[in-house]
T-cell receptor, first 114, second 110 residues
Framework: QQQVKQSPQSLIVQKGGIPIINCAYE??????FPWYQQFPGKGPALLIA?????SEKKEGRFTISFNKSAKQFSLHIMDSQPGDSATYFC?????????????FGAGTRLFVKA | ETGVTQSPTHLIKTRGQQVTLRCSSQ?????VSWYQQALGQGPQFIFQ???????GRGNFPPRFSGLQFPNYSSELNVNALELDDSALYLC?????????FGQGTRLTVV
């Protein structure tokens, strides 16, 4: 099963709030889980990524929590700002020779109120 | 040279025509992946090229084809365009790990 399920579809938080976006996968062969941020008219930009041997990774205000047994992972954005308003995609990929083939979730549109 | 560059940025084609989209990979990256992103959806994997060979393909018909050149730049070709092919086409270059995406080509089929 190649699907990655992402929720919620959209999210509105106040400035300073902590939006949480959740993803679930089926294929246990996936070994790399990136999160991307996409602004209108732009390509996705890699935010942060985790591998399944780690339960949590933090980079700046962005934290990934990973639950291997439940096949779920989530993105937390600390102290969210209006500039964080964008669409966020979780993804899962399996590395092989030459690169990683990435399967994306459907996306979460985040709006941070000033 | 840094970053991934795609051309053209916008394109309008008529149903049944053929189109070629281009991608210049980031310096040092030997793998290019192509994605189709419909409005309001996540990118869907089309195929990947590694050292000029196709290295995996998503659920797209054969009229979607590609090439990778010795400098690792790439082309996506779509024949017999259909209205549903209207989308943002993204390429991503990588050297293992997460890819670096270009800004995309917005294709509209009328």
């Amino acid at each position: 099963q190649q699907q990655v399920k992402q929720s919620p579809q959209s999210l509105i938080v106040q400035k300073g709030g902590i939006p949480i976006i959740n993803c679930a996968y089926e294929n246990t062969a996936f070994d790399y889980f990136p999160w991307y941020q996409q602004f209108p008219g732009k390509g996705p930009a890699l935010l942060i990524a985790i591998r399944p041997d780690v339960s949590e990774k933090k980079e700046g205000r962005f934290t990934i929590s990973f639950n291997k047994s439940a096949k779920q992972f989530s993105l937390h954005i600390m102290d969210s700002q209006p500039g964080d308003s964008a669409t966020y995609f979780c993804a899962a990929s399996k590395g092989n020779t030459g690169g990683f083939k990435t399967i994306f979730g459907a996306g979460t549109r985040l709006f941070v109120k000033a | 040279e840094t970053g991934v560059t795609q051309s053209p940025t916008h394109l309008i084609k008529t149903r049944g025509q053929q189109v070629t989209l281009r991608c210049s990979s980031q310096s040092g990256h030997n793998t290019v992946s192509w994605y189709q992103q419909a409005l309001g959806q996540g990118p869907q994997f089309i195929f990947q090229y590694y050292r000029e060979e196709e290295n995996g393909r998503g659920n797209f018909p054969p009229r979607f084809s590609g090439l990778q050149f010795p400098n690792y730049s790439s082309e996506l070709n779509v024949n017999a365009l259909e209205l549903d092919d209207s989308a943002l086409y993204l390429c991503a270059s990588s050297l293992g790990g997460g890819g670096v995406f270009g800004q995309g080509t917005r294709l509209t089929v009328v």
